[in-house]
């Protein structure tokens, strides 16, 4: 059966794309093992183990398969939502090979137990890897830190309260520095909740006629700034989930500048749409944090280009028909994305305004770099987590044919360029386009 | 008697969801077709048979009793049968109802549902899946376009015009669907608009609506031809948006005083209820220069008209 093939597989004549080297060239790759032996010019057919399962790619890029830094998987607490075997399927057919699922479930990821059971349930049902980040604090409550080591150990690769912030500086500084005795990446939704208030989408004039309370960009900046104090004062390595606004970046840039550890990622739906996507109250594009401005997009895809931004992830967050087709100030935010991330990102590529390399690098090497993951390289002896992309391949997206359990994408018919036809994941096929 | 209007002005679309998007002839045409009801509504025999037939719903998610009479009485005169249907938040589970409702009242086979909530962008919401007219009665701090109409239309009958004059709307524009409709209006139809209240009442970006900003009430009224205050919420009082009563109506609440800043025959309005003492002394609202009660009649007059502007589109019509 071709999917549980493990025979070797020879990524034939394509265009091969390696972030972790800078790496563009034509030529072919080979897995056996489930690792990738080699990428170069001209293996071919010839050169090969026996057996081995010749694939031509003409035409096609060959890249590390991707690594989603957050997404939201229903288990445990919520299944209906999304399941890992869900999950991982979406997941395969946008060429997410490795997903870094959140910690805001029910129960909560808080002890070393959760972190056990999310480990085994993903390995018994998911056909890609699995790893959870933790909470900072128990419960999600924002008061008492989590068991840091034990739940490193354990196998939580960062720390988060996924869409909550720790408003309490005075816990979060604690977390940080002792997150920075076990060189622990605590990750960081930047939204001051007061800020926040009863606000739906970002405020400014589009808001105001639209009759929703707004999310002033300060609500980001405010509690970023001050997380980069307390980063200062811990020396932790700080990483914030999801910067939105050109506020946020000047903050990262004077970060970085004077030599902290911040890195800082971008949702692709941040990149992607704006605002006025919002349309007609389209609660499918209700997200938290908020959509911004285009000015704000487009500072975003320029920080992704010169690395202010390191990381894009799908912030996958799928919601069911009930918390979303309600008036827009009651729908639950948020928007699934494993399966349409690549694609929506590589809409920046065709219009010129990303390159390749710039997207993949974000969306695999520098998020293994960040969790300390063996994944989103193709060099030899790495894993062979692999994706076969036809960059140019049009297609239209149909909400009903996506593999979530929830349909609410905000990309539902939109016309798209590129996407995967082929995902390795170990080595094995788990995912062909046809 | 049953003459049709003389005006033949068909509003040429399904729903009457807001302002924006009305055109300046679209306006007019209602106002017109407003100003023979209210020679009508003067009569003892008031009633019309344009809506014989046909069955409207007032569906109200938020109690509102002149909105609701309003359109209650200005369907009966057009011949109608009215149902109101009063849905407390609290019997409703958040939005699902909303859906739910929709399906129940399309199997009820109404001709037009009158709707009001209080979150903004839910009467499009159900108007996407009802069959029917769907009339806004006010959705969250969004639009409420009955209640603009009603105010060009008393402006219009006072002034004989809109175009060119200065409108000083004072007070919460923030949480106000009637600020927003008004200030769609009155742009569109050439008026000067102002708006005044202390900053933490005024939505971020208000600047973009075409209209001057002002803080203070001298500054806001001075030459304004109307003066249009606006209800403040008790719960927005207290130390959340203001500090307190006293000091609200001390600064933004419109007293003899702060009227005199406007133009000697400048005009005041209020959609009601009013807050007396809050946002406007009673000597002002009661006063020689108030248009409040000509407002209320002028209420059903322009729901008439968008109930026959609309049903004259409506099928088999």
């Known amino acids: ?434 | 008697m049953n003459i049709a209007p003389k005006s033949s002005f068909v509003l040429s679309r399904r729903h009457l969801l807001g302002i924006e998007g009305l055109s300046r002839d679209d306006i007019s045409g209602l106002l017109d077709l407003a100003e023979e009801f209210v020679e009508l509504n003067r009569q003892i025999e008031k009633k019309r048979s344009s809506l014989r037939g046909r069955t409207q719903i007032n569906l109200f998610f938020e109690p509102s009793t002149r909105t609701q009479s309003s359109f209650e009485l200005a369907g009966k005169r057009l011949g109608a049968d009215v149902m109101n249907m009063l849905v407390g938040v609290s019997s409703m589970r958040k939005g699902e109802t909303l859906i739910d409702t929709a399906i129940t009242l399309n199997a009820m086979h109404p001709d037009i549902l009158v709707v009001r909530h209080h979150a903004s962008g839910a009467v499009e919401l159900l108007a996407s899946k009802l069959e029917c007219s769907v009339i806004n009665a006010g959705d969250g701090s969004h639009e409420h376009p009955t209640q603009a109409l009603l105010d060009a239309a008393t402006i219009r009958r006072n002034k004989g015009r809109i175009e060119g004059l200065t409108v000083a709307i004072c007070g919460d524009i923030l949480h106000s669907r009637v600020a927003r409709s008004d200030i769609i209006l009155l742009n569109c139809m050439g008026a000067r608009v102002r708006v005044v209240a202390p900053t933490t009442l005024l939505p971020p970006g208000i600047e973009r609506f075409g209209v001057e900003v002002a803080r203070d009430m001298r500054e806001g009224l001075s030459g304004a031809d109307i003066v249009m205050m606006l209800r403040l919420q008790r719960e927005r009082m207290n130390g959340s948006f203001v500090p307190s009563v006293s000091e609200y109506f001390n600064y933004w609440g419109l007293d003899e005083k702060k009227l005199a800043f406007a133009k000697p025959n400048a005009l005041v309005m209020h959609p009601g209820p009013m807050n007396r003492g809050v946002e406007i002394d009673s000597i002002v609202a009661d006063g020689a220069q108030s248009l409040i009660r000509e407002q209320v009649e002028m209420g059903v007059a322009v729901r008439m008209a968008v109930l026959e502007a609309l049903s004259r589109n409506l099928p088999n019509a």
Request: aromatic share 4%; hydrophobic share 45%; proline share 5%.
């Open chain 1, 1 to 434: 059966m071709m999917l549980s093939d493990r025979r070797p597989i020879l990524l034939a004549n394509a265009r091969i794309v390696d972030p972790s080297r800078d790496l563009d060239i034509a030529g072919d790759l080979l897995i056996a093992d489930g690792m990738i032996r080699e990428a170069k010019r001209g293996i071919g057919a010839a050169g090969v183990p026996e057996g081995t399962d010749v694939i031509d790619c003409r035409g096609k890029l060959v890249a590390p398969g991707l690594i989603d830094m957050r997404a939201f998987i229903g288990e445990p607490g919520a299944a209906a939502r999304e399941t890992f075997a869900s999950a991982s399927q979406a997941a395969a057919a946008g060429g997410v090979t490795t997903i870094i699922c959140q910690p805001d479930t029910s129960p909560a990821i808080d002890d070393p137990a959760t972190v056990d059971f999310v480990l085994r349930r993903a390995r018994d049902t998911a056909i890609v890897h699995v790893h959870p980040m933790a909470a900072i604090t128990k419960g999600l409550e924002g008061s008492e830190m989590t068991e840091i080591g034990l739940l490193k150990a354990a196998g939580a690769v960062a720390f988060t309260d996924g869409d909550k912030s720790v408003t309490d500086a005075q816990v979060m500084r604690r977390a940080l520095t002792y997150a920075g005795d076990f060189d622990a990446l605590i990750v960081h939704h930047t939204e001051d909740p007061d800020l926040v208030g009863d606000g739906v989408m970002n405020e400014g004039e589009f808001a105001a006629r639209l009759g929703l309370l707004g999310i002033p960009k300060a609500a980001e900046t405010v509690m970023l700034e001050r997380d980069i104090r307390l980063v200062a004062l811990s020396g932790a390595r700080y990483h914030a989930a999801s910067v939105t606004c050109g506020e946020s970046l000047e903050v990262l840039r004077r970060a970085k500048d004077a030599g902290l550890t911040v890195t800082a990622a971008a949702s692709i739906n941040h990149i992607t749409l704006n605002e006025n996507d919002i349309g007609s109250y389209r609660t499918f594009l209700k997200l938290s944090p908020p959509l911004r401005a285009e000015d704000d997009r487009k500072r975003l895809v320029e920080a992704l280009g010169n690395g202010l931004i390191d990381v894009v992830m799908s912030d996958h967050n799928p919601q069911d028909v009930e918390t979303k087709r309600v008036p827009f100030a009651e729908a639950s935010p948020g928007a699934i994305g494993l399966e349409t991330m690549l694609a929506a990102g590589l809409r920046l590529v065709h219009s010129d305004e990303i390159e390749l390399m710039t997207l993949l690098r974000a969306m695999s090497t520098r998020p293994a770099e960040l969790l300390g993951l063996p994944g989103g390289t193709l060099r030899s002896g790495a894993p062979a987590d692999v994706i076969v992309v036809d960059p140019e391949l049009p297609w239209v997206l149909d909400a009903a044919e996506l593999k979530s359990k929830c349909k609410n994408t905000p990309f539902d018919e939109a016309r798209l360029s590129g996407r995967v036809v082929r995902t390795i994941v170990a080595g094995r096929t788990i995912y062909e386009y046809v």
